[in-house]
């Protein structure tokens, strides 16, 4: 949500201030930001509460596909015979693989340290940021007083008000990776990106899982078919789907829970162990001081900004999820560089950012990705379109990989090559993608993509074969005709 007209007029800083730039989170939005401070030499400080690199690096996008990983091999060894194989067995302690996880994280850790930002030229201070006034943060017992704030300070997972809830320990995104023991039978709340990725790879390594989901199917933000793809593919390796349930509590007895739900008016008990909250994210955007500054909220609770990134302060930016567009990494580094290129230049040319080519993907298998509309958008905002869906089916790579679950399928204006957005399911899908979000950005239609040699056998050739079928569906049939009269002619 965005406001043009909530500035209010410009402020005057106290006197000579300590930075240029001052950026509250140090996970992906607030990395990205303090590194273009540093880049251009403006003196920057970063400020981080708990861990350097964020949700990104330690509860999200990093451990969970460590965690995939593992769990994609479990499930290659339980289908080795697709592959020709009589059996194949594992030994493993799923502590071991947890283990692994925090290894990953570590392995990475040195990108987003403390120390890379130093030598960078970034002062880092470790502590709760308190914004005392426009122009002063306070950490600890230090006042940094700075020209420019940007709020970096991300999302945590939503908790329900749910009865019964506070009797069991339940799990977030943000604590599962303390796990050692492999939950027997895992409900997780919730059906979307998170739960997905999390949910599959937990069943593929042993636990008996369950997704509840409130609405009617699993990843309700995309179309039908993908959800129906992907929700088929769970049942068959014996996730149990429960969509159209609504959670009204927990019971527990001892150490025995379930909760119970409503499904057609019908209650239902589901039994479980452990249970992970999948809900969304709410953006980090109280107990620093936004409140009494009066910085200006969306319903949502997100960070209100204009088209430059800018709070109702004209000197204090905001970026990723605590900014509730889009709470995806890569949007947070890319509008990381916007808020700080504005924050620094702005008096003399500021920059909106673009969020007309936005990919995305869950990485369940078969994986799903997205860039630009898909059918459920193009028809709420009533834009016509023509569509194509090459089916993974027929594409030799997939075959010979036993991966030939999925689609891609390509929207069109209509009459035309101009790509309106393209979804995709199938292995590998969000690099398969990368494609079409360079065409789209850079305005490449079909017919190029078509016109460009792709290495055989390849997932990407699936991209050329959609292509091709929207070029076969579009040929001009008087020519062919013409065509077939002139062959014809020349037989004689």
């Not at 080795?80 to 850790?109: H, Y």
């Not at 239902?268 to 980090?284: C, E, H, K, Q, Y």
């Not at 993974?392 to 010979?400: E, G, H, K, P």
């Not at 679950?405 to 090559?417: A, I, Q, Y």
Request: glycine share 8%; aromatic share 8%.
């Amino acid at each position: 949500m965005k406001n043009k007209r909530h500035c209010p007029p410009p402020l005057k800083p106290p006197g000579r201030c300590d930075y240029n730039l001052c950026v509250i989170g140090a996970g992906a939005a607030g990395l990205v930001a303090a590194y273009i401070g540093a880049a251009v030499r403006a003196k920057t400080a970063l400020i981080e509460a708990h861990k350097m690199g964020g949700d990104c690096l330690n509860t999200g996008c990093v451990p969970s596909k460590a965690l995939i990983a593992a769990a994609q091999f479990a499930h290659q060894a339980s289908t080795a015979q697709t592959l020709g194989f009589n059996r194949a067995t594992l030994d493993f302690e799923f502590s071991k693989i947890m283990d692994r996880v925090k290894q990953v994280i570590q392995k990475i850790d040195p990108h987003d340290s403390v120390d890379r930002y130093t030598r960078m030229g970034v002062d880092c201070y470790e502590g709760l940021a308190r914004i005392v006034s426009p122009f002063e943060v306070r950490v600890g017992q230090t006042v940094l007083t700075t020209k420019n704030i940007i709020v970096a300070t991300g999302a945590s997972p939503f908790v329900p008000e749910l009865p019964g809830l506070d009797r069991v320990d339940y799990l977030t995104s943000d604590t599962v990776w303390d796990l050692e023991d492999l939950p027997r039978r895992l409900l997780i709340l919730g059906a979307g990106p998170v739960a997905c990725e999390l949910g599959q790879a937990f069943s593929r390594l042993g636990a008996r899982v369950t997704l509840v989901q409130r609405g009617e199917r699993i990843l309700k933000q995309e179309d039908p078919d993908v959800s129906d793809c992907l929700a088929d593919g769970f049942k068959s390796e014996g996730i149990q789907v429960l969509t159209g349930h609504t959670p009204k509590k927990i019971r527990t007895d001892g150490r025995d829970h379930s909760l119970v739900c409503t499904h057609d008016n019908t209650p239902v008990s589901i039994s479980f162990d452990r249970i992970l909250l999948a809900l969304g994210r709410t953006p980090n955007a109280n107990g620093f001081g936004l409140e009494e500054l009066g910085v200006k909220l969306t319903p949502s609770r997100a960070i209100l900004t204009d088209d430059f990134l800018r709070t109702n302060y004209p000197n204090i930016f905001c970026s990723g999820d605590v900014h509730g567009l889009y709470q995806f990494t890569h949007t947070a580094a890319h509008e990381s560089w916007y808020a700080a290129v504005n924050a620094l230049f702005g008096k003399f040319k500021k920059f909106k950012p673009d969020y007309t080519v936005i990919p995305r993907a869950v990485f369940t298998d078969p994986e799903t990705a997205r860039v630009g509309l898909n059918e459920m958008e193009a028809i709420a905002r009533n834009i016509p379109y023509e569509k194509v869906v090459y089916p993974l089916a027929d594409l030799d790579r997939a075959i010979a990989d036993s991966k030939d679950n999925g689609f891609v399928k390509v929207l069109t204006t209509p009459g035309k090559d101009t790509i309106l957005g393209v979804t995709i399911v199938g292995s590998r899908a969000s690099d398969t993608i990368a494609e079409f979000v360079l065409a789209m950005k850079q305005n490449i239609g079909l017919n190029k993509i078509l016109g460009t040699i792709h290495i055989y056998p390849t997932m990407a050739e699936a991209n050329k074969y959609a292509a091709g079928m929207w070029k076969k569906a579009h040929a001009p049939k008087r020519l062919l005709s013409f065509l077939e009269r002139y062959h014809t002619w020349m037989r004689r």
